[in-house]
Protein backbone atom coordinates (compact mmCIF):
# COMPACT_ATOMS: atom_id res chain seq x y z
CA UNK A 1 0.00 0.00 0.00
CA UNK A 2 1.10 3.14 -0.51
CA UNK A 3 1.11 6.54 0.70
CA UNK A 4 -1.33 9.06 0.62
CA UNK A 5 -2.20 12.65 -0.88
CA UNK A 6 -1.10 15.46 1.12
CA UNK A 7 -4.55 17.18 0.81
CA UNK A 8 -7.86 15.57 0.60
CA UNK A 9 -9.56 15.43 -2.85
CA UNK A 10 -12.30 18.01 -1.20
CA UNK A 11 -9.84 20.03 -0.07
CA UNK A 12 -9.63 22.51 -2.63
CA UNK A 13 -10.42 25.06 -0.82
CA UNK A 14 -7.63 25.13 0.99
CA UNK A 15 -5.74 27.55 -0.64
CA UNK A 16 -7.87 30.13 -2.06
CA UNK A 17 -5.63 31.72 -4.38
CA UNK A 18 -4.64 28.96 -6.28
CA UNK A 19 -8.70 27.57 -6.45
CA UNK A 20 -9.20 31.23 -7.87
CA UNK A 21 -6.05 30.84 -10.75
CA UNK A 22 -6.98 27.11 -11.51
CA UNK A 23 -11.00 28.24 -11.53
CA UNK A 24 -10.09 30.95 -13.98
CA UNK A 25 -6.68 30.13 -15.55
CA UNK A 26 -6.64 25.83 -15.29
CA UNK A 27 -4.01 25.86 -18.03
CA UNK A 28 -1.52 27.57 -15.87
CA UNK A 29 -1.79 24.79 -12.83
CA UNK A 30 -1.80 22.28 -14.81
CA UNK A 31 1.06 23.31 -17.02
CA UNK A 32 3.29 23.96 -13.83
CA UNK A 33 2.42 20.69 -12.02
CA UNK A 34 3.21 18.91 -15.40
CA UNK A 35 6.50 21.06 -15.82
CA UNK A 36 7.42 19.51 -12.21
CA UNK A 37 7.23 15.92 -12.81
CA UNK A 38 9.22 16.29 -16.05
CA UNK A 39 6.89 17.14 -18.95
CA UNK A 40 5.93 19.97 -20.86
CA UNK A 41 4.67 22.89 -19.22
CA UNK A 42 3.08 24.20 -22.62
CA UNK A 43 1.70 21.17 -24.14
CA UNK A 44 0.18 19.89 -21.14
CA UNK A 45 -1.15 23.13 -20.19
CA UNK A 46 -2.78 23.76 -23.58
CA UNK A 47 -4.38 19.99 -23.45
CA UNK A 48 -5.30 19.95 -20.07
CA UNK A 49 -8.27 22.72 -21.42
CA UNK A 50 -8.94 20.65 -24.69
CA UNK A 51 -12.56 19.16 -24.56
CA UNK A 52 -12.12 16.42 -26.57
CA UNK A 53 -8.62 15.05 -25.08
CA UNK A 54 -8.17 16.43 -21.47
CA UNK A 55 -9.53 13.59 -19.31
CA UNK A 56 -6.76 11.50 -20.56
CA UNK A 57 -3.70 13.60 -20.53
CA UNK A 58 -4.46 14.89 -17.38
CA UNK A 59 -4.73 11.12 -16.12
CA UNK A 60 -1.37 10.67 -17.25
CA UNK A 61 -0.01 13.78 -15.52
CA UNK A 62 -1.68 12.79 -12.51
CA UNK A 63 -0.17 9.37 -12.99
CA UNK A 64 3.30 10.94 -12.74
CA UNK A 65 2.83 12.87 -9.91
CA UNK A 66 1.63 9.77 -8.09
CA UNK A 67 4.16 7.63 -8.64
CA UNK A 68 6.86 10.23 -8.13
CA UNK A 69 5.46 10.52 -4.36
CA UNK A 70 4.36 7.26 -4.17
CA UNK A 71 1.11 6.99 -3.72
CA UNK A 72 -0.76 4.03 -5.44
CA UNK A 73 -3.87 5.39 -7.99
CA UNK A 74 -5.19 3.09 -10.89
CA UNK A 75 -4.76 4.97 -13.98
CA UNK A 76 -9.30 4.51 -13.91
CA UNK A 77 -8.90 6.53 -11.30
CA UNK A 78 -6.86 8.96 -12.29
CA UNK A 79 -8.86 9.48 -15.25
CA UNK A 80 -12.55 9.48 -13.33
CA UNK A 81 -11.01 12.62 -11.61
CA UNK A 82 -9.83 14.31 -14.49
CA UNK A 83 -13.00 13.92 -16.51
CA UNK A 84 -15.53 14.69 -13.81
CA UNK A 85 -13.53 16.94 -10.70
CA UNK A 86 -10.64 18.03 -12.63
CA UNK A 87 -10.13 21.47 -10.34
CA UNK A 88 -10.22 19.49 -7.40
CA UNK A 89 -7.83 16.77 -8.57
CA UNK A 90 -5.63 19.55 -10.02
CA UNK A 91 -5.24 21.60 -6.96
CA UNK A 92 -4.85 18.02 -5.35
CA UNK A 93 -1.62 17.44 -7.41
CA UNK A 94 -0.25 21.02 -6.66
CA UNK A 95 0.15 21.11 -3.35
CA UNK A 96 1.34 17.57 -3.93
CA UNK A 97 4.17 19.15 -5.71
CA UNK A 98 4.29 22.29 -4.40
CA UNK A 99 3.49 24.29 -7.38
CA UNK A 100 2.40 27.80 -6.68
CA UNK A 101 0.56 28.97 -9.60
CA UNK A 102 0.45 32.66 -7.88
CA UNK A 103 4.13 33.09 -9.36
CA UNK A 104 2.76 33.99 -12.83
CA UNK A 105 1.61 37.15 -11.28
CA UNK A 106 4.90 38.30 -9.04
CA UNK A 107 7.52 40.31 -11.47
Do not use: H
Request: glycine share 10%; with cysteine; proline share 5%.
Amino acid sequence: MGDDWKLPLWGCFDDIGACVVTYFLPCVTSGKVAESVGMNCLMYGILSVCPIVYGYFRAQVRQKVAKKNGIDESFVVSFLISCFIPLCGILQERNQVGVNPMEIFRS
